[in-house]
């Protein structure tokens, strides 16, 4: 992702303020309806706000003054006061109620609509994007900086509908008495000089503020991603620490926020209330020389009240422009990122295995290249073995084959067609990775094998059965209908590989990728599950396989061994021609056979222990 520039600006600046109302403009686009409804709303609060004077106005010359000038009042007159006073205050009712609901409905469905587009984004971008951005940060931007982005739309239709209210209210107190409109507005200039500091002091602080909560997102999921390694090296401490450290940061800054309101929020309330005592004193010399009434008076000091309140809105949208224009800024370079692998339209007809071939691939990531020159095929329905020393390029290639990344240069072709003219759906329709690490979801076997796929149990189970999970599936309590819990926390090593391992298997793939993916299953296990592949393939109705491997039992099922060295293809042939003719591979798969034989020694000899 690109950059983004998250450093707190000193103040509300003219280009961030014309960005912040862009993207105001973004969300008044896509729900012009919405967005006039709420607009219309609290334009009919304000209309019926100022009514509420002019009410009380009457209902004080009319009704009030009468009745202490003559010691009663009519029940007519009192009828009619507090019908009137019920009818605008049923009218403003209606106002708010509109006004939030559909501010409401607006901001949360371009929250849900950008929540979408972003998550829509990073199934799109490849492998290659993800792995280099943590997952912490593609958290943010897809909850924090999108609520960030459309949270000025709450206040906004009320900023508009009340800018309604500055203009019929400052009319209205014209035509009742220039003289007290005079003094009145003096005091709008300080409230505006007020509010302009306002966003100035904020704006930094709650930039900052938001920026940091991404990185405490960061660190908290990175975390908890790691927790094994954390829990078994013993680094709680240190990455509790961590974890602090980033959140008493967030603290501070969230603090620094409060602070800035705290000070200024009172301010901001008491000059209005400052403004009113100096209207009541000015009117009160106008009311003794007979040139207002009670009723004015009365009227023109609600009204008054009522002027702060545009300010004040405009002031909350304000204070919102600045983390609007962060999290936009965020949620937008993920969805202009131009990462995404070009499709073409080509298929893969046919329901045989396919046949594979890798032509003069190379790849490499920042620190170097990993694959240098590698070329091989797989005829259909054949079996090959890719062993190599760590950081030989297996998983890469593997990555490369099924196309979770694209070659820098080389080609790799399915049935004689290039991966990067297949459709979209072509390869996951036709191909299956088994990668090292079995991810499994907290649900159920079923939920786990199918991922949504629309089979019957039938076929659930003759997934399990090839991949030798029947059995202890059957012995679970709810058999297809346990659940395994987060990342298969109740199950062993061997058995989430094993789930893993029939969720590709019940999609029948004509080409199966397993990139070390029985590591944690027995030897015997591990051979049962080949040869039941096998014996598909010469059925007919198997998959090309390509098998990471270190196993010799393992190697020696395959067909046909690529043994890759330093990112290239070092030999080729079957098994036993690489023990005669590659010392490289031989000192390999021999030292892989002997810690197999020693770990075995260990396990018997902790049985014996246990025995005795």
């Known amino acids: 992702?690109?950059?983004?520039?998250?450093?707190?600006?000193?103040?509300?600046?003219?280009?961030?303020?014309?960005?912040?109302?862009?993207?105001?403009?973004?969300?008044?686009?896509?729900?012009?309806?919405?967005?006039?409804?709420?607009?219309?709303?609290?334009?009919?609060?304000?209309?019926?706000?100022?009514?509420?004077?002019?009410?009380?106005?009457?209902?004080?010359g009319r009704v009030v003054l009468p009745a202490f000038a003559e010691g009663r009042a009519t029940a007519g007159a009192l009828t009619a006061a507090a019908l009137a006073i019920v009818a605008v205050a049923f009218f403003k009712a209606i106002g708010v109620a509109g006004?939030?609901?559909?501010?409401?409905?607006?901001?949360?469905?371009?929250?849900?609509?950008?929540?979408?587009?972003?998550?829509?984004?990073?199934?799109?971008?490849?492998a290659a994007w993800h792995q280099r951005h943590p997952a912490g940060q593609l958290l943010s931007n897809a909850n924090a900086d999108v609520e960030a982005a459309w949270a000025p739309l709450a206040p906004l239709p009320m900023a508009v509908g009340v800018l309604v209210m500055l203009v019929i209210a400052a009319v209205a107190i014209v035509l009742v008495d220039p003289v007290v409109a005079i003094v009145a507005f003096c005091v709008f200039p300080a409230v505006a000089l007020l509010n302009l500091l306002y966003q100035r002091r904020l704006a930094p602080a709650a930039t900052r503020a938001q920026r940091l909560r991404g990185e405490v997102s960061e660190v908290a999921h990175e975390s908890f991603e790691g927790g094994l390694v954390v829990k078994t090296l013993g680094r709680e401490a240190a990455e509790t620490e961590r974890f602090?450290?980033?959140?008493?940061?967030?603290?501070?800054?969230?603090?620094?926020?409060?602070?800035?309101?705290?000070?200024?929020?009172?301010?901001?309330?008491?000059?209005?209330?400052l403004g009113v005592l100096a209207v009541l004193l000015v009117g009160s010399a106008r009311l003794e020389s007979h040139a207002m009434s009670a009723g004015d008076l009365v009227s023109v000091a609600y009204l008054f009240t009522l002027l702060s309140w545009p300010i004040?809105?405009?002031?909350?949208?304000?204070?919102?422009?600045?983390?609007?224009?962060?999290?936009?800024?965020?949620?937008?370079?993920?969805?202009?990122?131009?990462?995404?692998?070009?499709?073409?339209?080509?298929?893969?007809?046919?329901?045989?295995?396919l046949a594979l071939e890798v032509r003069d691939v190379r790849f490499g990531y920042g620190d170097g290249e990993v694959l240098r020159g590698v070329s091989f095929d797989a005829a259909p329905g054949r079996t090959v073995a890719v062993v190599g020393t760590t950081g030989s390029g297996?998983?890469?290639?593997?990555?490369?084959?099924?196309?979770?990344?694209?070659?820098?240069?080389?080609?790799?072709?399915?049935?004689?067609?290039?991966?990067?003219?297949l459709g979209a759906d072509a390869v996951p329709a036709a191909a299956a990775l088994v990668p090292q690490q079995a991810f499994l979801f907290d649900d159920t076997v079923r939920g786990n094998v199918t991922l949504g796929l629309d089979v019957p149990d039938e076929r659930v189970w003759e997934a399990l059965r090839l991949a030798q999970a029947d059995g202890f599936t059957a012995g679970?309590?709810?058999?297809?209908?346990?659940?395994?819990?987060?990342?298969?926390?109740?199950?062993?090593?061997?058995?989430?590989?094993?789930?893993?391992?029939?969720?590709?298997?019940?999609?029948?793939?004509?080409?199966?990728?397993?990139?070390?993916?029985?590591?944690?299953?027995?030897?015997?296990?591990?051979?049962r599950i080949l040869a039941g592949l096998r014996g598909l393939a010469e059925d007919g109705a198997g998959a090309t396989v390509l098998v990471v491997a270190y196993r010799k039992a393992t190697i020696a099922l395959a067909d046909e061994v690529v043994f890759l060295e330093r990112g290239r293809v070092g030999a080729r042939g079957t098994h036993a021609d690489l023990l005669e003719r590659s010392p490289g591979y031989r000192d390999l798969v021999t030292a892989y056979e002997r810690a197999e034989a020693e770990r075995a020694a260990e396990r018997g000899a902790s049985g014996e222990e246990a025995v005795r």
């Open 99 to 126: 006004r939030r609901f559909y501010a409401g409905l607006m901001q949360y469905r371009m929250q849900a609509a950008y929540r979408r587009a972003v998550t829509r984004r990073y199934l799109e971008l490849p």
């Open 312 to 353: 004040r809105a405009l002031g909350w949208v304000l204070a919102d422009v600045p983390r609007s224009v962060v999290g936009w800024r965020r949620v937008r370079a993920v969805l202009d990122e131009r990462a995404a692998m070009p499709h073409g339209a080509a298929g893969l007809p046919g329901d045989g295995p």
């Open 394 to 421: 297996k998983s890469t290639l593997t990555s490369l084959v099924v196309r979770l990344v694209d070659p820098e240069a080389g080609t790799v072709l399915l049935d004689g067609a290039d991966v990067r003219q």
């Open 476 to 527: 679970l309590p709810d058999g297809l209908d346990t659940r395994v819990g987060e990342r298969g926390a109740t199950l062993s090593g061997g058995q989430r590989q094993r789930l893993a391992l029939a969720r590709a298997l019940v999609r029948r793939p004509r080409l199966l990728v397993l990139d070390d993916a029985t590591s944690s299953v027995d030897p015997q296990v591990e051979a």
């Open 1 to 60: 992702m690109p950059s983004t520039d998250t450093t707190a600006p000193r103040r509300v600046n003219p280009r961030v303020l014309r960005e912040g109302l862009g993207v105001m403009a973004v969300a008044v686009r896509a729900e012009p309806r919405v967005f006039a409804l709420a607009v219309g709303a609290s334009a009919l609060y304000a209309a019926t706000t100022v009514g509420t004077a002019q009410v009380l106005g009457r209902v004080t």
């Open 244 to 273: 602090a450290r980033s959140a008493r940061e967030l603290r501070d800054a969230n603090i620094a926020v409060g602070r800035v309101r705290g000070l200024l929020d009172p301010m901001l309330e008491a000059l209005p209330n």
